[in-house]
Structure formats: structure tokens, C-alpha cells
């Protein structure tokens, strides 16, 4: 049996495992883990759960292949949590998703209005997708492809790059003029793929963009544009 901390289980002599993206912290999934179910997985690096409902052990993707390579283990201060970082296979739900946490929880309508100024934020469920199709532009920018649109863009140089984004900044431009929701939502996600291949032939990681949203959150617009002003002195 793997060594590990005593653990602190509950009346069904279980632990509540919390499923973590190692790369991009996403939480992905809740389980249950019994002790068998916690030395299998740190002896073999794959997750293994234990089914309440059926009562019997189960390996995560044994018949979806959605498997969970666990590179990370952990119990909270009180020993009676688990925290598994993985690098997930596909979709971590049973519905096909990345993360079983995609469904919103709407404020009351009667919020007091300074309970209004904290609104609830849900994690942001975009974000894993726009790491995971970065990742996908970088392979294609390491390891070009025959045939590949993202390869020939990379072959094609900066100014083949910036051409497209120039095309599909006008086509969202036009898409709102013509005031058609299914046009503006398909040109936004064309222009975010394509800033999206140049960062990745500037070798940035959409990260950056996070940290430089995260740094300007909350402050007044004048502060903004002050500190690109001062940039450009």
C-alpha cells in the first residue's frame, strides 16, 4: 500500500476529491474517493473513484477514454479533502464538457442594492477552451502540419497573420452594422482565433492577456489610457 497521512473519513468512510486542471486551474469535477480508491491512484497515476450508487470502485475514462493523468496530490489542513490536479483527456463530464461546473446561479431578482455592488461571478468557463486552442495553435506552430490552416498562416509570416486579423476585425465591424446576432458572435470568435495565433508567434500565452485584465480591473478608464499614453512617450 502507497504511505500516506492518516485520514479523516466519513460515515460511509469516504473523502470528497476535488479534480483540478494542473495546467490551467480549472476545477473540473467532484468525487468520492475510498482509501483502495486513493492508493490506486497514487500507485498508478491514473484517478480512481469510488461509486456511491454503485457501491464499487471505478477508473476515471475506463469506457469514455476521457482519462485524467493525476501529476499532483494533496489533503486540506483537516485531512478529509482531496485535491487531484490532472491533465484531462478530453472532456472531465459525463456530458461531454471540460468541466461539470457550467451551469450559472442567478443573483435574486429582490438583491439589496449594496449586495449589488459584489455580483456573484462564476469561474469562467471560457478560459480552459482558449488555453486549450492556444495549445492547439503552438503544435501546429512547432510541428506544422501538411495541409494545416494554422501551419499556413505560420508559414506565411507576421504579415500574413496581422492581414487576417485586419479581414476579420472589418467582417465584425460590418456583422454589427448589419445588427446580426449570428454573424457578430461568428466573426468575434474568428478574430479571437486569430489574435490568439499571434500570440502564439510571439510565444505569448493568453495568460498575459489574463494578468493585464486582472491588473486594469477596476480602475477608471483615464488610468488606462494614461499608462499607454506615458508607453508611447
Known sequence: MTRRPKLKLDAQG????IVQDAKTGA???LAYMSPESLDRTLRTGSSHFWSRSRRSLWR???QSGHTQRVTAAALDCDRD???LQVEQ???ACHTGRYSCFFTPITPPADRSASSAASPIILAEPWRPLLDRV???VMGRKRRPKRHSYVSGLFAGGRDRIL???TEEAGELVIASKNGRAKEIVAETADLWFHTLVVLGYHDLAPQAVYDELA???GQPPRAAIKRKKKRHE
Do not use: D, E, S
Open 215 to 217: 491588473r486594469r480591473f
Open 14 to 17: 469516504l473523502l470528497p476529491a
Open 163 to 165: 492581414k487576417k486579423i
Open 27 to 29: 476545477v473540473l469535477m
Open 134 to 136: 492556444w495549445a492547439v
Open 81 to 83: 479533502t482531496v485535491l
Open 60 to 62: 476515471k475514462g475506463a
Open 89 to 91: 483527456k478530453n472532456g
